[in-house]
């Protein structure tokens, strides 16, 4: 995930708030497809970037083209625009980015290079030629929360988390949802970092979580450093990112997993094609689209929760929304009504914890 605070929740990249029409253009590719990323960390990081290029490396078998990346660009202006300057000036025409603080960079980009396509994951702004996107990880960590409560035997289960705003908290509350799904007593600790990337804080969030008699770990950070310790300690872990059964194969029954290959293969066809469509807030996608998913241990969790986590997963692709009301928050205060459903702009500023979440800093 990006280094930069993603607070900023009056950019997210979907809204349904009111707009006046927005008037449509189509993107023209011009000359055979060339596809280059840029990454904000080394490749192998294990979570977010790794994520990333593992579908960079699908999406070369999909494509029959070798597509060149390179490692370590920060946030910053001075950096991007060179790094991204040098594939256009060698004629790639399809940049893909990383990180959300790339946003305003890649937005200036495009305008000088009307016939690039960019794409970028966490990013805010879009354009004719320019298309954000990110996940609906509530989702896949609704579907972890389960796994979590079906193996806790106190009900207690621990969480460590990045920052605290809109898309870690929904992160942390449908994990809630989804244990008191399974548990309906079920209790998530969540101790927040302040921090992306940072395996010492991530560590030591760990150990206090378990030392408070937390038996399963989640987390939202980029590290398996919570999975690794978790395994250290003699508990569960769910992941987040990738499958952290690679770092933790006794620790890890579950994992809330991008699949970005499923959403960029038909995204890069359009491009390609000269179908692509400018989409004025990005792209926010679930698991029916191939933003994310989830991994399990049938080994662990035993074939009946396992078919259990499933169908909760095929009703989700069918239209189940996790934050479906009547719906209210820890103190009491109704957030969703009945029959209703949060927007995107609520998501995105989801600055409230269900009831059964228990916050620190």
């Not at 060698?90 to 890649?106: E, K, P, Q």
């Not at 990045?162 to 509350?173: C, E, I, K, P, Y």
């Not at 569960?236 to 579950?254: L, Q, V």
Request: proline residues 5%; contains cysteine.
């Amino acid at each position: 995930m990006s280094r930069k605070c993603l607070c900023v929740v009056a950019v997210c990249l979907l809204t349904v708030l009111a707009v006046p029409l927005f008037a449509q253009s189509t993107f023209k590719l011009k000359g055979a497809p060339k596809i280059a990323w840029v990454y904000l960390n080394v490749k192998k990081d294990g979570g977010w970037q790794e994520a990333l290029d593992e579908a960079r490396v699908q999406l070369e078998k999909v494509f029959g083209q070798k597509i060149p990346f390179t490692e370590g660009v920060k946030e910053t202006p001075a950096d991007i625009r060179p790094a991204v300057e040098k594939f256009i000036q060698r004629g790639y025409n399809i940049i893909n980015g990383s990180a959300f603080g790339y946003s305003d960079t890649l937005k200036e980009l495009a305008a000088k290079y009307p016939d690039v396509m960019f794409l970028n994951p966490a990013g805010t702004t879009n354009g004719p030629n320019l298309l954000s996107y990110y996940g609906r990880t509530y989702e896949s960590q609704y579907l972890c929360g389960m796994a979590a409560a079906a193996k806790s035997k106190s009900g207690k289960l621990g969480f460590v988390a990045a920052h605290q705003f809109g898309l870690v908290n929904w992160t942390v509350n449908g994990y809630a949802l989804g244990a008191q799904k399974v548990n309906p007593k079920a209790t998530v600790t969540a101790i927040f970092i302040g921090a992306w990337y940072d395996p010492v804080k991530e560590r030591a969030a760990t150990e206090a979580l378990i030392d408070q008699g937390c038996d399963v770990i989640g987390m939202h950070v980029d590290t398996p450093t919570p999975a690794i310790v978790a395994q250290e300690r003699g508990v569960y872990n769910t992941g987040h990112h990738r499958d952290m059964r690679e770092f933790a194969p006794k620790a890890t029954i579950a994992s809330s997993v991008w699949t970005w290959e499923r959403f960029l293969t038909p995204t890069y066809k359009k491009v390609i094609a000269g179908q692509f469509v400018e989409q004025p807030y990005g792209a926010f996608i679930g698991i029916k689209d191939g933003g994310v998913d989830v991994t399990l241990a049938e080994d662990v969790l035993g074939k009946d929760m396992v078919n259990k986590i499933m169908a909760e997963r095929k009703a989700i692709i069918g239209g189940k929304h996790v934050f479906a009301g009547p719906l209210s928050d820890r103190d009491g205060k109704e957030r969703v009504k009945a029959g209703e459903t949060p927007s995107d702009a609520d998501l995105w500023a989801m600055d409230w914890f269900v009831p059964g979440v228990i916050s620190q800093r």
